[in-house]
């Protein structure tokens, strides 16, 4: 077993109990945000540019309006993305990702490289 390894079990068993527990519910946080459906693709479809809600029907493919609306009113209710009204005419909406929205993405491109790193291992 390598020394890493080692010392998080090490850390690991020295917590109490309540405190291990509130982390793992806070895993499990992180995991119901990013399962549920079109999450992760209205994310990326945001950071990719795609800030307008057509072009987000347009990025996100299979989804209907009514899903992307409900999808990024409940995305900005959790503080992931922030709705921006931009005046002028005509006048548009634009969603962009929050402080705490870009944090999330950070966490699902270690996922993403994880992942694939995971991938080539088992593959060959």
Same mark, same amino acid.
């Given at each position: 077993?390598?020394?890493?390894?080692?010392?998080? &079990?090490?850390? $690991?068993?020295?917590? /109490?109990?309540? +405190? !291990?527990?509130?982390? +793992?519910?806070?895993? *499990?946080?992180?995991?119901?945000? %990013?399962?549920?459906? #079109?999450?992760? /693709?209205?994310?990326?479809?945001? !950071?990719? *540019?795609?800030?307008?809600?057509?072009?987000? &029907?347009?990025? +996100?493919?299979? $989804?209907?309006?009514? +899903? &992307?609306?409900?999808?990024?009113?409940? %995305?900005?209710?959790?503080? %992931?993305?922030?709705?921006?009204?931009? =005046? *002028? =005419?005509?006048?548009?909406?634009?969603?962009?990702?929050?402080?705490?929205?870009?944090? !999330?993405? *950070? $966490?699902?491109?270690?996922?993403?490289? #994880?992942?694939?790193?995971?991938?080539?291992?088992?593959?060959?």
């Amino acid at each position: 077993m390598n020394n890493e390894l080692e010392n998080i &079990l090490s850390n $690991i068993q020295q917590k /109490e109990a309540s +405190v !291990l527990c509130q982390e +793992v519910t806070s895993i *499990g946080d992180t995991m119901d945000v %990013l399962r549920a459906k #079109w999450n992760v /693709e209205i994310l990326t479809a945001i !950071l990719c *540019g795609q800030t307008r809600f057509k072009d987000m &029907l347009t990025s +996100v493919k299979n $989804i209907s309006e009514k +899903v &992307l609306a409900d999808r990024l009113k409940q %995305l900005a209710d959790d503080k %992931l993305i922030e709705k921006q009204e931009c =005046y *002028g =005419y005509p006048p548009r909406v634009e969603y962009r990702l929050t402080e705490h929205g870009k944090r !999330l993405y *950070g $966490i699902v491109y270690q996922m993403t490289e #994880w992942g694939m790193e995971h991938r080539r291992l088992m593959l060959g």
